[in-house]
């Protein structure tokens, strides 16, 4: 299990430095959808998604999109404009709707391995609280009409609504350290099944802090890069493989360089 310096209970807030900057908060926030375990106690993000395999939210190290391609107009728009709040909705028992688990309060960020011309920053908690999850429709008005609006990924969060939720969530006791255990116990379990914790990965082992300088920014020639392919096959441009995965990939599983994979098929025309 991944230790926490800096709190009991949440957040890695372990000060990022540099190349983290701090983000202004301006009130707001926004409502992120993710994809979650079916089969774990709580609902962290989808580790063992066929090849998909989620990293984020990454709450072991309180980070958003360092280590995944998920959701960067999102991460922009939290950058731009100092939305701070991420509330965290999932479908965790298929049948009984969404749920809000938990949120981050986002205290910095920086570029991520895609740079500022991907939009692609990473965002690091300075806090985080995870709860028993609640159903959405059963929110106080008027916050259940309002996150039980369809909506795809993401929905902006006004001043009001996220003074709310964040109220909601801080009355809740806090689980996230349950929440921790559970992504560790879900890493071994996958392991046990494939040798690899994150096998759409080539990965075997989990995150942390450690892991984080291999995902900034460093490379000052980036070109814009489509964060999906069609036919799921990226190519790497530094090793020459082509692998398969839903998502871009921050880094080659095989040869494990960064910001390298490029769609297939835009390669091939
Ligand atoms: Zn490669």
Redesign the pocket.
Known sequence: MVENDETSGGASTRPPGEPWRPLTDTGRGYLSVYFSEQMARWPVREITRRGDNKSDPNIETGTYGLFSTCEPSMRNRIVQDGAATIFFITTHKPGNGRVLSGYYHVGHFTEGTQGAVNRDFALAADLMRFIEPIPVGSLPEPLAAFCSVPFRQIRPTDVDATRALRAICDSAEDRTEEYLSEVSRVERFAYSQTELSYPSWGRDGGFTWADAPEYYQTDDDLSKVPNSSKNKKWR??????V?KSGALLKK??????AA??VPDTEVAA
């Open positions: 790497c441009r530094e090793c020459g493989f692998i080659c599983p095989l040869c494990k360089k390298t994979l």
